[in-house]
């Protein structure tokens, strides 16, 4: 991998964790109002301390790089599951464009699972292989006819 394309992961990992640092904030900022939403989509607001919790810690994670493969698939797994279970009006423009942004959020964290943004590197299965390069081979030289 280049030089240019580490900067770009780094700074990409660094972007979504402030993503979801401010909404962990802002959740923390107005616990009130978060967990009467909470509630008015029919989920517990019990619930809510620990999203934030697990919100924030992935997001800490993410920054520091520890564990990124768990921190990105929590970060998805809370994206896909504001995109689908919070209802709504989605006549509404504001909550198709959560929909799409959550979803888009998710596919971002999943191709960093799957190595191209922000793997340690080594693929601890197959000693010597570089993860993220062999998944860019593939991606890149596979052709659908």
């Not at 660094?14 to 989920?43: C, E, N, P």
């Not at 919070?86 to 971002?108: I, K, M, Q, W």
Request: charged letters at 15%; glycine letters at 6%.
């Amino acid at each position: 991998m280049t030089r240019l394309i580490r900067n770009m992961i780094i700074i990409t990992r660094f972007i979504l964790a402030l993503v979801f640092l401010a909404a962990g904030a802002s959740m923390i900022d107005q616990y009130g109002l978060a967990q009467a939403y909470m509630l008015s989509t029919g989920l517990p607001g019990a619930l809510l301390p620990w999203f934030i919790l697990v919100v924030i810690a992935a997001a800490v994670s993410l920054i520091a790089g520890y564990r990124l493969e768990w921190a990105a698939l929590a970060m998805a797994l809370l994206a896909v599951t504001s995109a689908l279970l919070l209802p709504g009006d989605y006549a509404d423009d504001a909550l198709n464009v959560a929909f799409f942004r959550n979803t888009a959020v998710a596919s971002v964290l999943l191709l960093m699972i799957a190595g191209l943004a922000g793997c340690r590197g080594k693929d601890r299965r197959t000693p010597g292989t570089d993860r993220s390069t062999r998944i860019q081979h593939i991606l890149l030289t596979h052709r659908s006819h």
